[in-house]
């Protein structure tokens, strides 16, 4: 397993949880990263990412103020800091690291958020 995310769980609405991703056989380094999500019976779409060429932040208008991407060089891991959980951001999370020429996903990790 190239990518590896854990951290998911249940929560209650207005939650926190820390997802993580450890790549294990490449260094993150060198790759775009990011976090998606895949509710049941919709599309996979992108939550946040970090980009290789500046270090820059994206995340979409849905978690804005309310999650945080990072990440740890020397853990070599990538972090999603998610607060003020709501029931719509219940879905898979996905890490995924990409280049022009490869791209690596993680397993998903489920996120729950119900009271």
């Known amino acids: 397993v190239q990518l590896q995310a854990f951290g998911g769980g249940v929560v209650q609405p207005g939650g926190s949880l820390r997802l993580s991703c450890a790549a294990s056989?490449?260094?993150?380094?060198?790759?775009?990263i990011g976090w998606f999500r895949q509710a049941p019976g919709k599309e996979r779409e992108g939550v946040s990412c970090?980009?290789?060429?500046?270090?820059?932040?994206t995340y979409a208008d849905s978690t804005k103020g309310r999650f945080t991407i990072s990440r740890d060089i020397a853990k070599n891991t990538l972090y999603l800091r998610m607060n003020s959980l709501q029931p719509e951001d219940t879905a898979v999370y996905y890490c995924?690291?990409?280049?022009?020429?490869?791209?690596?996903w993680g397993q998903g990790t489920q996120v729950t958020v119900s009271s």
């Open positions: 995924k690291a990409w280049t022009a020429r490869v791209t690596y």
């Open positions: 056989t490449f260094s993150l380094d060198y790759y775009s």
């Open positions: 970090i980009s290789s060429a500046d270090g820059s932040t």
